[in-house]
């Protein structure tokens, strides 16, 4: 789905009462192309963030010197950015960094060399007991190590942003988003659109809006339609009553 075809949904659907929505003409007035899109790019960081669109990967070599680590693109190896520090991230498979939603899991590695979570032991995360190895994020792209030990290799599984919308509009450009969750988009930014407006009716139909929203993304959540939920197989089977 495209920029101009997610706005001829909205045309047809929950913006055709409204001018801009032409009267579901299935078209958007072009002279709030880019406050639609910039609406869009609000909805995706709110869905991105809720759930695992956009996973990566990357690996994070620990030194005895420094126990506050940001995962940001500067602090990639290799890193062109002007002015970038010394790097400690390391992208898999050449990959591109992708800025920081939520990172989701901390593994430390016994072979470095390896991504095989299994050959590892997963940190705590904010874990306050006094039980195993922890770590804190301080916000959400950094990292606090209270005891970093030299030469520990740490693989952060994380989601990503996903790629902004260009604003001003490029009616060609790909929206980015899981087709279970196209109509979870649609409903988000027209609440938005109508929130915008004010007024008791508006208001209500905002609310009505977001509501759907959260209903999808509640089925979305409980039938594990993203496939977010991992298991073992041994644990499956142990669930199903044959082991």
């Known amino acids: ?38 609406l ?28 506050v680590y940001r995962l940001q693109s500067a602090y990639v190896v290799g890193s062109e950015e002007p002015g970038a520090p010394a790097g400690y991230l390391t992208t898999l498979d050449d990959e591109p960094f992708a800025d920081v939603v939520k990172v989701i899991e901390i593994t430390r590695l016994d072979d470095p060399s390896t991504i095989d979570v299994g050959e590892g032991s997963v940190l705590g995360i904010n874990d306050r007991s006094e039980l195993g190895p ?28 996903h790629r902004l919308l260009t604003v ?12 279970m969750m196209e109509e979870a988009l649609e409903s988000r930014v027209a609440s938005a659109v109508y929130a915008g407006k004010g007024g008791e009716l508006h208001m209500t139909k905002s609310q009505q809006l977001m509501a759907r929203y959260e209903k999808i993304c509640a089925i979305v959540k409980q039938e594990d339609l993203l496939q977010e939920t991992q298991a073992y197989e041994d644990d499956r089977l142990h669930d199903r009553g044959f082991i």
């Open 134 to 161: 922890k770590t804190q994020m301080l916000s959400f792209d950094t990292i606090f190590l209270p005891e970093p030990i030299e030469g520990d290799v740490l693989l952060i599984e994380y989601r990503g942003r």
């Open 40 to 67: 869009t790019n609000t909805a995706l960081t709110a869905i991105y963030s809720r759930f695992s669109h956009n996973r990566h990967y990357v690996k994070l070599a620990v030194t005895a010197d420094r126990r």
């Open 168 to 179: 001003p509009t490029v009616l060609s450009e790909r929206v980015n988003v899981a087709p």
């Open 1 to 38: 789905m495209n920029v101009e075809e997610f706005f001829k949904r909205l045309s047809y659907g929950d913006l055709a009462d409204l001018a801009m929505g032409m009267e579901g003409a299935g078209t958007i007035d072009p002279g709030d192309y880019d406050r639609l899109t910039s």
